[in-house]
Each structure stands twice: as structure tokens, then as C-alpha cells.
């Protein structure tokens, strides 16, 4: 029997599913956890988060936790894996007409050994999105196998399974099209234009929305936020990736990959 708890922690609404009863507290307590360890970790809103340590070194080396040096390097893959489109570095922007004083910076400048933080002057990081990917995909595996039943978080927008589905599948719900049933272990992500970035057509290609199926929650975020920025390539660029993938663009017309014709993303 499938029973699930719901509640909102780092600025996101949190779904934790399990298909036994008596182990959904446990769950929602392993989850709630790794989500505060890693919101204390990276965070930019929280003036303690130890993010911001790293940011002000300004070309020091800095020692940081293992969970910061984690989720630093889950935004670093994800980072190479878009061929930048997705970085987590922000750089100072010099005025028009301005040339700046150090060349720009890529993710490629950013070097982590063991748990130290190697950055150069200039680098301020935001790993938001792919640190709340990271623990979504983490904690669904982690509780899954603490409690040995299947487990299904919901991060925002970001959905991870761990452990053994429920029979008929994990069934999770798509805006404007019904459910898909995620493959066992499975993850799944939507991106859509973000209002915080300014006006949607900002955006090439004009997505509206694009989802994607894949085993890996990081990979699932980073290749739909990817895509979203992708603009007319995007849906090439997912065949290319043989990534399960439905795009909506700003008319309402839904476009898929081959990948996406497969039972599990029906």
C-alpha cells in the first residue's frame, strides 16, 4: 500500500512516497535530513551556509565538508555534461563597453582534490538546482535501502525511486499530460522558464516546459534545464543524448524523442 507525506523545506515542496506504511515516518525523517545538511551547505539565502566561504576565498584554496565537496562536484558534472550550459558559476558582469579585468571564467577553472575547493579570483558559485537534484536522487536510494521498501522522493520539480516499485509502477504526474510510470530507480525532472531570470522570452527556442526520464536525478535536471536554454537544438541534442524527453514549446505543441515512445514515459 503506497502512503506518502508532504511538507515544504528549501524553498520547495517535498513528497516522500513508500510502499510500506509503517516506514514512512522513518523516510520523511531521512529525508528531511539530508535535505538540511545540504541546505546548510550550499544555500545562497542562509548567511551561514558554507558556500559562502568558498565564494569570498577569491582565488584561495578552501577546505569544506564532505557534503559541500559533493554537491560541488555533482554541479561540476553536470556543468561538463551540458558543455557548460549549465554552470554553477556566476561571474561579476563589467560595465557595457568595459572589457574586464580577468578573462572569463568556466567551470573547466574550478578544481576540487579530496575536500579542498580550488577556484579562481572572480568565481562565485550557485549549485542550487543541482544540490537539491543531488539529494532528491541520494535520499530515494539511502531510505530505500535503510528500510528495504521502494521509496519516492519529490524535490520541487525533481522526482527520484529507490528501492522496489509498487505494482503497476511508480506513476508520477506531468503537467498537461496525465502520469508516466518511472522505470524502477529511475528519476525525473521538468524545466520551465524561471520568472526570477527575467521575461520568458529571454529564453531561445521559447520552451515552455521540457521533461526528462532518465536513471540519474542530476542528470535528469541538468539536461532539462539544458534543453530548455537549448533552444531549436534542444530536441536533437536529447535524441543525441538517447534521453526520454517531452518538450511543450510557447504554443502549446508537444514535442518528443523516440526515447519517450517507450512503456515507461507513456
Not at 514512512?24 to 545540504?38: I, K, P, Q, T
Not at 508516466?180 to 531561445?204: K, N, S, V
Not at 541534442?237 to 508537444?254: I, N
Amino acid at each position: 500500500m503506497l502512503v506518502d507525506t508532504r511538507w515544504n523545506a528549501w524553498n520547495e515542496e517535498i513528497t516522500v512516497q513508500v510502499t510500506e506504511g509503517a516506514a514512512l515516518g522513518s523516510a520523511a525523517r531521512r529525508v528531511g535530513a539530508l535535505l538540511a545538511e545540504a541546505e546548510a551547505a550550499c544555500s545562497l539565502r542562509r548567511g551561514d551556509a558554507e558556500i559562502h566561504a568558498v565564494n569570498l576565498a577569491q582565488g584561495q584554496p578552501v577546505r569544506v565538508s564532505a557534503s559541500l565537496a559533493r554537491l560541488l562536484r555533482s554541479a561540476l558534472w553536470v556543468a561538463r555534461m551540458t558543455d557548460g550550459a549549465i554552470s554553477p558559476l556566476a561571474t561579476a558582469q563589467s560595465p557595457i563597453g568595459v572589457p574586464p579585468i580577468h578573462p572569463d571564467l568556466t567551470f573547466a577553472d574550478v578544481r576540487i582534490d579530496d575536500a579542498t575547493v580550488f577556484a579562481p579570483f572572480g568565481a562565485s558559485f550557485d549549485i542550487t538546482g543541482a544540490a537539491k537534484a543531488d539529494t532528491a536522487g541520494r535520499a530515494a536510494t539511502l531510505a530505500a535501502g535503510e528500510l528495504e521498501c521502494g521509496v519516492l522522493v519529490r524535490v520541487g520539480t525533481v522526482v527520484a525511486a529507490g528501492g522496489h516499485p509498487p505494482a503497476g509502477g511508480w506513476q508520477v504526474p506531468i503537467a498537461g499530460n496525465g502520469t508516466i510510470e518511472l522505470p524502477p530507480g529511475g528519476a525525473f525532472a521538468t524545466a520551465g522558464p524561471d520568472p526570477d531570470r527575467g521575461p520568458d522570452d529571454a529564453l531561445p527556442g521559447a520552451w515552455a516546459q521540457v521533461s526528462v526520464i532518465t536513471d540519474d536525478a542530476v542528470w535528469a535536471y541538468g539536461a532539462a534545464a539544458a534543453a530548455l536554454r537549448r533552444g531549436v537544438g534542444a530536441v536533437s541534442w536529447l535524441q543525441e543524448q538517447d534521453l526520454a524527453a517531452r518538450l511543450v514549446d510557447r504554443g502549446g505543441r508537444v514535442h518528443a524523442t523516440a526515447a519517450w515512445q517507450r512503456p515507461h514515459a507513456a
